[in-house]
């Protein structure tokens, strides 16, 4: 029942910026999650927390975009950003949304960014 729907992606320059959302829709329960979370996935590596914020506000960032993205949220934890600046060729990749509440966790569909040198 429950959908992430993420924006679009895209291609930016280095040095660029983008800013990814991430939209809950429900069926018929809603749920209140407790963490949102963006997670990425590049080509031939493992798929890696890129930023997380909980519902009492507390965020996390990955080592590799710590300075460089924010993520932020709606107060109703049904919609999360994630604003990335000073794009690194690195940072190319599939980025996931994430949702969870305890044992229920949902994923979005991904959405590609790419970043060229």
């Known amino acids: 029942q429950v959908q992430l729907e993420e924006s679009e992606g895209g291609l930016v320059e280095a040095g660029g910026s983008l800013r990814l959302s991430c939209s809950a829709s429900y069926g018929i329960d809603t749920i209140n999650f407790n963490v949102l979370a963006w997670y990425r996935q590049a080509p031939g590596k493992q798929r890696e927390l890129v930023a997380s914020i909980t519902r009492g506000g507390t965020k996390n960032y990955g080592d590799a975009v710590k300075g460089r993205f924010t993520i932020s949220r709606t107060s109703a934890m049904t919609t999360t950003f994630l604003q990335m600046n000073s794009l690194k060729p690195e940072d190319t990749a599939v980025y996931y949304c994430?949702?969870?509440?305890?044992?229920?966790?949902?994923w979005g569909q991904g959405t590609q960014v790419t970043v060229s040198s």
């Open positions: 994430y949702a969870a509440r305890g044992s229920l966790v949902y």
